[in-house]
Each structure stands twice: as structure tokens, then as C-alpha cells.
């Protein structure tokens, strides 16, 4: 079955740039989308499609994908963006959609 | 405003089975796929099953198939999952979400979720 890697964990500084890879075999022959949890809520989408951001998403959230890794990065990072984000794509051969484990982002 | 309010959650014994439902607002719910996603206590997001506008198709994760079965009542705005046989490790917060297909499947909106607990 399909797997996706990410880091478990990532800190960064207020204002500073933090970057969330996503790993998976030939990635970049499909669509990623990143979801963001706070604690005790339900996932939001923050990117979708690789790199197309929701309406209401602020523009320091990017997303992008190459070759086997979609890297989700948050730009000028706020308090607010401490929470967990997940990577997921739809495997066709399987008919399955994928998660990975989640990245915990700290700002410290 | 898209809406999904899932109910049926509770504590049920080993073995047992339980009914979730969710009902849709605030979209044609016949355009869309819908799904359900869970996630365990302290871990990650896991898909579960997600079923086609008419039902015609319908996809399962390969540890819940032949447990669980997703249905929808379009007349009803609702999509369900049944599930039998349960085991402790199926004990999790299950999300409802509109499985948006129009390019590549993901999930668009979530439920604010119904706690699933398997203990004796």
C-alpha cells in the first residue's frame, strides 16, 4: 500500500519560516493536500491541489511538490499556527486515500 | 454555510456494532463523494470508507472492510456507517467530510466528529 513520511515534529520562531515535508514514492505524479489540527478540533484544509490555498487561508501558508516530496511552508509563522498538520493523497491504484502521520509544529 | 453534524457515537462492548450518521447542509449533497475519517486517541488521521453521489461505489480501507459498511440516504442529506464486530482498537473520533472528487480526491469539510468507544 501507498505510504507517506513525515517528521514528527518541527519547532520555529515567531516570524520566522518553517517548512513540513511530506515523502512518498513518485510523489509528484500526484496531488497533495495538507490539513491542520488544532487540539480538540477538526482538520481544516490549509493547501489542496499541491499548492492552492482555501479562501480565508493566509498567504504565508505555500505548498508545493517535486519529485518524491510535497513540502508545506509556513512563512512569517504565528502562535496561532501551532497544531498538527497532515499530508494526504489519493492513491488511484488502490482506490484509497493516504495520511501520513502528522507533524507536530512548535513555535517556540 | 456547509454544515456535517454526526451522531450515533457512544460506548458499546466488543463484539458489538454501532450506527454513525451524518447529516449534510449546505451543499447539493448529490454532487458529492462523502467519507469518513477516524482518529484514535492521541494519533493520526486514518480514511475509513468513502462512497460515490448514487452509492454505486464505495471504497474501504483493508482492515475495515467486511466490518464496516458506508451507505447514504441522498433523500435524507445523510451518509451512515454501520459497524460490526468492533474491537478495541477501533476506538477513535470519527469524522464525517465531504470527499470533494472535482480534480483529485480529498477532503474539503469535516464534521466536528462522534467518539466511538470499544470497552468491556
Known amino acids: 500500500s501507498y505510504e507517506l513520511t513525515q517528521p514528527p515534529s518541527v519547532s520555529v520562531s515567531p516570524g520566522q519560516t518553517v517548512s513540513i515535508t511530506c515523502s512518498g514514492d513518485?510523489?509528484?505524479?500526484?496531488?497533495v493536500c495538507w490539513y491542520q489540527q488544532k487540539p480538540g478540533q477538526s482538520p481544516v484544509v490549509v493547501i489542496s491541489?499541491?499548492?492552492k490555498r482555501p479562501s480565508g487561508i493566509p498567504e504565508r501558508f505555500s505548498g508545493s511538490n517535486s519529485g518524491n516530496t510535497a513540502t508545506l511552508t509556513i512563512s512569517g509563522t504565528q502562535p496561532m499556527d501551532e497544531a498538527e498538520y497532515y499530508c494526504?493523497?489519493?492513491?488511484?491504484?488502490?482506490?484509497?486515500?493516504?495520511f501520513g502521520a502528522g507533524t507536530r509544529v512548535s513555535v517556540l | 454555510e456547509v454544515q456535517l453534524v454526526e451522531s450515533g457515537g457512544g460506548l458499546v462492548q466488543p463484539g458489538g456494532s454501532l450506527r454513525l450518521s451524518c447529516v449534510a447542509s449546505?451543499?447539493?449533497?448529490?454532487?458529492?463523494?462523502m467519507g469518513w475519517v477516524r482518529q484514535a486517541p492521541g494519533k493520526g488521521l486514518e480514511w475509513v470508507a468513502n462512497?460515490?453521489?448514487?452509492?454505486?461505489?464505495?471504497y474501504y480501507m483493508s482492515s475495515m472492510k467486511g466490518r464496516f459498511t458506508i451507505s447514504r440516504d441522498n433523500a435524507k442529506n445523510s451518509v451512515y456507517l454501520q459497524m460490526n464486530n468492533l474491537r478495541a482498537e477501533d476506538t477513535a473520533i470519527y469524522y464525517c467530510?465531504?470527499?470533494?472528487?472535482?480534480?483529485?480526491?480529498?477532503?474539503?469539510?469535516w464534521g466536528q466528529g462522534t467518539l466511538v468507544t470499544v470497552s468491556s
Open positions: 513518485k510523489l509528484e505524479d500526484k496531488y
Open positions: 467530510a465531504r470527499d470533494d472528487h472535482t480534480v483529485t480526491p480529498y477532503f474539503d469539510y
Open positions: 449546505g451543499f447539493t449533497f448529490t454532487s458529492d463523494w
Open positions: 494526504q493523497a489519493w492513491d488511484s491504484g488502490t482506490r484509497s486515500h493516504v
Open positions: 491541489q499541491d499548492s
Open positions: 462512497i460515490k453521489q448514487d452509492g454505486s461505489e464505495k
